[in-house]
């Protein structure tokens, strides 16, 4: 659990887990509250069940890893567990609805959804993440 949960004083995890964390954020925040114009926890849920077909669980494990694992990742709690969760959160995002549209983000607005590109990166940094850990001004750095 130590090794799991060590972490350097290093500005690498901070950089990683603060950028993760706060992008992944508005949109745990938009699945769960409704911020910046989601359609909060029924809407989400509905979504996920209705459209996407994910079990009930899996749409309910999905918002709460966006919303309370940011935030964990900001304070620096168990930054390497989150990271591994993010990885199969984004694969499972990219197979699920994103494949199709191709790499690129739709920029141009041709197309009828985003392609992967910014699953990749986040797949990316948490591979970093995992590699590094927390880093300096983390929980896990303070507790172990």
Request: aromatic fraction near 14%; glycine fraction near 16%.
């Amino acid at each position: 659990m130590t090794t799991l949960l060590a972490s350097g004083n290093d500005w690498t995890g901070l950089i990683l887990r603060l950028t993760v964390g706060l992008i992944i954020f508005p949109h745990g925040a938009q699945k769960l509250l409704g911020w910046f114009g989601g359609d909060g926890f029924s809407g989400t849920m509905d979504y996920f069940t209705g459209t996407v077909h994910l079990p009930w669980l899996l749409g309910l494990l999905v918002i709460l890893l966006e919303f309370f694992g940011s935030l964990l990742l900001v304070a620096g709690l168990g930054s390497r567990i989150l990271g591994a969760a993010m990885i199969v959160l984004m694969l499972g995002i990219i197979f699920t609805s994103h494949l199709q549209y191709g790499f690129f983000m739709n920029w141009s607005g041709d197309k009828p959804d985003e392609g992967y590109e910014f699953h990749l990166l986040v797949i990316g940094l948490c591979t970093g993440l995992i590699s590094n850990g927390s880093g300096r001004y983390s929980l896990d750095g303070w507790l172990f």
